[in-house]
């Protein structure tokens, strides 16, 4: 082995509720190998998610062998400084300006470069996924939260402070709901996971008939977004009702940016994406009211191509770019 050029960028998908790991090839990039997939359990502990993360990566090298790893492409919730790698404040991990990139190099004894998760979702579909090829890129994560990245001409638009692409906490009402980020009406209050759990709740609780109620034996503490696709899906007009308004206000964001980027494609992965064309198709169709024709002739709206190891892919990308010239 020794001489050779490295074959493999570990990349690392930190979420708010999922780990993942795996080792990208670095000429060909595709489907990561040696995946390890982890419950994030912040609740732990900020030391704690640091420590398994750092564990996980040394499981990952140890696979194949120091001699043929570049390098560790991180990928975080942010906002957070990808020139310095810090992380500014992650209020699920409580991580605040937490040096992780420089914390996770060091244990691992190999250089690491940090980026925002939603930024290496977007990089990973730009790369290897529904983007490819395309000059203007933006991606949005519909998950626990909902993250967004903008890509221009391959190049992740960062912004002054690093918190460019935000687009989970773009308003669709300026006094609608409240978000964990202290603003108002932001997208994600209604569409992440738990916006959609909650807004169906809120509906059965006012009195609309639903076997919601009866998916999760009474306990409705306990529908998540999933459960709501699964009345949708058995024909509970309470739940497509609720999805049918997810579409819209996720429309309603998406045509915000449209207008803001013009991009050629807007590529949505996450798990509530996993709704498919049930989600998009309506989107489109709402998107399509809110936009000029040229834009929506100009644009396609489209699911990840690369599933659950799109962040993964990114991140490895974004440090085989940083370090394409060693
Ligand atoms: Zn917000």
Not at 80 to 87: H, M, Q, R
């Amino acid at each position: 082995m020794k001489g050779e050029r490295p074959r493999w960028v570990v990349g690392v998908d930190i979420g708010g509720t999922n780990l993942r790991v795996g080792r990208v090839a670095v000429e060909a990039g595709g489907s990561p190998t040696g995946v390890r997939r982890s419950r994030t359990r912040p609740e732990l502990g900020p030391d704690q998610v640091l420590d398994r993360v750092v564990a996980m990566i040394r499981d990952s090298v140890a696979d194949v062998g120091r001699d043929s790893i570049a390098g560790i492409g991180l990928g975080a919730p942010g906002p957070l400084d990808a020139e310095s790698g810090v992380v500014a404040e992650t209020p699920n991990l409580g991580w605040r300006d937490f040096p992780l990139r420089d914390l996770v190099a060091e244990a691992c004894g190999l250089p690491a470069t940090l980026d925002n998760d939603a930024n290496c979702f977007t990089f990973g579909e730009w790369w290897m996924g529904a983007g490819r090829g395309c000059r203007r890129v933006v991606g949005i994560t519909l998950g626990t939260g909902i993250g967004g990245g903008v890509m221009i001409d391959g190049e992740i638009y960062h912004g002054a402070s690093g918190g460019a692409g935000e687009v989970g906490h773009t308003s669709v009402d300026f006094g609608g709901r409240p978000c964990a980020c202290g603003s108002r009406g932001c997208v994600e209050a209604y569409a992440s996971g738990p916006g959609i759990a909650a807004r169906a709740v809120e509906a059965i609780t006012d009195g609309s008939g639903s076997i919601l109620a009866s998916l999760v034996d009474g306990r409705l503490e306990e529908v998540t977004a999933e459960t709501v696709r699964e009345a949708a899906a058995a024909g509970d007009r309470h739940a497509r009702e609720v999805l049918r308004e997810t579409a819209r206000i996720l429309a309603t964001a998406v045509a915000n940016v449209i207008h803001l980027f013009d991009p050629d494609v807007v590529v949505i992965g996450g798990g509530v994406a996993n709704a498919g064309e049930r989600l998009l198709r309506p989107l489109r169709r709402e998107v399509g009211r809110r936009v000029f024709r040229t834009q929506m002739r100009a644009c396609r709206i489209l699911r990840g191509e690369l599933g659950d190891t799109a962040g993964v892919i990114g991140a490895a990308g974004v440090f085989r770019r940083a370090h394409a010239a060693s």
